[in-house]
């Protein structure tokens, strides 16, 4: 620790009774962005290894220019990110050429092309769409089948117990005046 910013650092027991505050890192939860920044913030795949290799500087923060013309090349750039911070821009960028690379296809960055195996991105195949597809379509039925087990249970009736008939009584005082107009709040009857 620099000797001139000593005098301003807390003891430690002014440390101890300092607040700890939980604030938002940005747009996202604490709990989420612990988790995010415990993995070095990011996917971590071989594509956000480029794009930060490439335009994020560690004093200077995120190439905005350069990723945009990055964008641009690979046909992925929304206008409506220009009023984005840089953060949000280089992420929103980086799921837009994951997309591409999923779909198999190729990009572009700084000029040189990138191919989805070299960047080590997991491609979606038709197979593997289809073998999705068809999990999905299984748990929908599992719950379909379970929701209508369920109705079908409830609406068995239950073995009544015999009763011995009861004669009709007289309506009590409280149940006479149920049964009368219940008035609203401006007297009327309802």
Same mark, same amino acid.
């Given at each position: ?129 289809? %073998?999705?597809? +068809? =999990?999905? *379509?299984? !748990? &929908? @039925? #599992?719950?379909? %089948?379970?929701? +209508? =087990?369920? *109705?079908? !249970? &409830? @609406? #068995?009736?239950? %073995? ?9 009584? #007289? ?20």
């Amino acid at each position: 620790m620099n000797d001139e910013f000593a005098e301003d650092a807390p003891r430690s027991d002014e440390a101890e009774a300092m607040p700890v505050l939980k604030i938002r890192s940005g747009v996202m939860p604490i709990r989420h962005h612990k988790r995010y920044m415990s993995q070095g913030g990011g996917c971590r795949d071989g594509l956000d290894d480029l794009l930060r290799e490439r335009f994020t500087d560690p004093l200077e923060g995120v190439d905005v220019a350069g990723i945009r013309a990055c964008a641009v090349a690979n046909g992925v750039w929304n206008d409506r990110w220009s009023t984005l911070n840089p953060g949000m821009i280089r992420m929103n960028t980086s799921n837009r050429l994951r997309a591409l690379l999923r779909r198999g296809q190729a990009i572009t960055v700084g000029g040189e092309e990138f191919t989805p195996a070299s960047l080590n991105v997991a491609t979606t195949t038709l197979d593997n769409l289809r %073998a999705r597809e +068809a =999990e999905a *379509a299984q !748990a &929908k @039925a #599992e719950r379909e %089948a379970a929701k +209508a =087990e369920k *109705a079908k !249970a &409830k @609406a #068995e009736p239950v %073995a009544e117990q015999p009763t011995e008939p009861t004669e009709p009584t #007289e309506p009590t005082e409280p149940e006479v005046e149920a049964e009368q107009p219940r008035r609203g709040k401006r007297g009327k009857r309802s």
